[in-house]
């Protein structure tokens, strides 16, 4: 789970350009996000099947979730 996670937060730096924490902080948003991804996916009924590339997906999408929550909240 360390190792998708962090794949993962490099990934959302990416893809949310602007509102990463620099390459560690982005990698420990990915871990968390992961984590959080595997609690709100399975209870909201979404499965993105099994696998490496599927659990990075679904990690990432958590990390970008994440990044744009941290995000809104740095701003108010």
Excluded: D, Q, Y
């Excluded at 390459?23 to 984590?35: E, R, W």
């Excluded at 979404?46 to 929550?69: K, P």
């Amino acid at each position: 789970m360390v190792a998708i996670g962090a794949i993962a937060g490099w990934l959302s730096g990416k893809i949310m350009e602007g509102r990463g924490f620099g390459l560690f902080g982005n990698i420990v948003v990915g871990i968390v996000g992961a984590f959080v991804a595997g609690l709100i996916f399975p209870a909201l009924g979404f499965s993105v099947g099994g696998g490496v590339f599927s659990s990075i997906f679904a990690a990432t999408i958590g990390a970008v979730i994440l990044l744009f929550l941290i995000g809104l909240v740095r701003r108010g």
